[in-house]
DNA sequence: CGTAAACCGGACCCAGGGTCCGTATTCTGG
DNA sequence: CCAGAATACGGACCCTGGGTCCGGTTTACG
């Protein structure tokens, strides 16, 4: 076997890390200004190893995001309706983004880390790809939709971390009505236009 | 009047900065690495003189944009139609977001440089705050549409210029293609549902 | 146990944004 | 046209913060 069980102090220090973020993150203070260092010190850690565990701070915050993603990648992977494989495509979309949303909302600080942190465009992100991936599949089974790749960006986009903690955070608009507005969106998307070309555009 | 007029160098210099600006933006150079230092010596002056002049980075980023900007929100603001306010909501909007998406099109590189560099969240912006309003008070003109406010967010959101940019840098798809898609996608959420709530969802 | 590999941590390096201040330029009034 | 004040110039300098390095320590394994 290739690999060689990694030491335990190794591992022991990667939780306290990855909880340390996890607290300085709850802590409110705007992500742009959580050190490296502080991360380290509030770890109880030296730099260095903070660095060789996660590469640099992209990756660290990539190690959070991911941890916080999982159990939702597992729900919609293999879970029950209306997440699960085995919902009807409209409700699918509708259950997915709403899923997607309210992650957001739960993580806002976390993933506006995320994006801001520079590491380039979010869409080169792993799990972007994945989400992305996913929901055009979903929305190329629906009849009378076409573009599934854009579309899916652009339903996506609708849940960019800032734009969440904008309406959420510097509004204030309640979390409900959030969502209730973003399914909204969703639906006049996925419902198609009049059944017969009966609405301009030729 | 407080205004004390300025002295022509400093105007001079303010023009060369902006100039070596564009131009290095032109040089596709990644936005990311293109210093303060770097557009203060390809304009021929000293840091001091850039910075007394725009403040900080995301000042010199701003000012280009809103440069670049101005002549769009003159057309939109009093110009002839499709984008002047002497059209039908409807094909306004439709107008106004093709106008915007064309403009990240055409800036994209300037575009992402100002949303990457920090400078807070883009809804923030003077800028989007301007386009969103409009967008918004010219979606509530049209009947059966509701949530203006998110409505025009998350428009917008589906024109942000790092999805631009993957879209028509990464992937390459041709211009007019994005265009059209973005478009179509505009109209499945202006057009009403089915004028009888006959189509599922129920 | 003994040894070598893996890990630790904090001193250190460096880029890049932003500031400072002595000097040069421009404006104003006489 | 000149003196003096106000303003701008520019590059040396500062400082933060990400990322690296290496001597010393801990752990895994025979």
Chains 1, 2 share one sequence.
Request: some cysteine; charged content about 25%; proline content about 7%.
């Amino acid at each position: 076997m290739p690999e060689r069980k990694s030491r335990k102090d190794a591992v022991r220090n990667r939780e306290a890390v990855l909880a340390a973020a996890d607290a300085l993150f709850a802590r409110r203070e705007s992500s742009a200004d959580i050190t490296m260092a502080d991360v380290a010190s509030e770890a109880g850690v030296g730099k260095g190893t903070l660095f060789r565990a996660f590469g640099d701070r992209a990756g660290l915050l990539r190690a959070l995001y991911e941890a916080r993603l999982e159990p939702m990648r597992q729900a919609v992977e293999a879970g029950p309706p209306p997440l699960g494989p085995a919902t009807p495509p409209q409700d699918r979309v509708t259950a997915l983004l709403d899923a997607v949303l309210c992650f957001k909302l739960d993580n806002r600080r976390l993933a506006l880390a995320l994006e801001e942190s520079g590491s380039g465009s979010p869409y080169q992100a792993e799990h972007y790809e994945q989400w992305h991936g996913m929901l055009q599949a979903v929305l190329e089974q629906i009849p009378g939709l076409t573009d599934g790749d854009f579309t899916a960006h652009a339903l996506l986009a609708a849940t960019r971390a800032d734009l969440v903690e904008h309406l959420a955070g510097e509004e204030r608009i309640p979390r409900e009505r959030v969502r209730a507005q973003f399914a909204n969106f969703v639906t006049r998307i996925l419902v198609p236009g009049p059944p017969q070309g009966l609405t301009a555009t030729e």
